[in-house]
Every structure is written in structure tokens, then in C-alpha cells.
């Protein structure tokens, strides 16, 4: 069986994000880049995007634990 046909019988939630990783290529390019991710996740994020996503997050989040408050931890 292949990955496509695994991934549209659907994936557990268990390994989910590390088959995002694997399957989307992250996984390589975070170790061609090591500590970018550190560095670019210090810096602050333009305003124009922050705002989209904060918008987006309580439509696809509603009752995500980690965005059910403005300011948390998400």
C-alpha cells in the first residue's frame, strides 16, 4: 500500500505532525538549517500577517485549548 493511499485512509493523530514533517520536507530543510527555525521564531512577525491568523485561528480552533484565550499559550 502506498503513502497516498495511507495518508487518504487517514493518518493518527498520534503521528500526524511527524508525518507532516517527513511528507512535506520539513524534517530535511530544519536539518540543512540548524537553529534558523530559533532565529526566525525571535523575531516579530509582521503585523499584516499576526492579524489574518489570529482572525483564522478561532474559525478552524474554536475550542482548541491552546486558543481559547487571546494571549495564551498558542
Not at 31 to 55: A, M, S, T, Y
Request: include cysteine; aromatic fraction near 10%.
Amino acid at each position: 500500500m502506498g503513502i497516498r493511499l495511507r495518508c487518504q485512509k487517514g493518518i493518527p493523530p498520534s503521528l500526524r505532525g511527524r508525518a507532516w514533517q517527513y511528507l512535506s520536507g520539513s524534517k530535511v530543510k530544519l536539518e540543512q538549517n540548524i537553529g534558523k527555525f530559533d532565529e526566525l521564531d525571535l523575531l516579530p512577525g509582521d503585523p499584516k500577517w499576526l492579524d489574518v491568523i489570529e482572525r483564522d485561528l478561532h474559525r478552524q480552533f474554536p475550542f482548541h485549548e491552546m486558543f481559547v484565550s487571546r494571549g495564551g499559550h498558542g
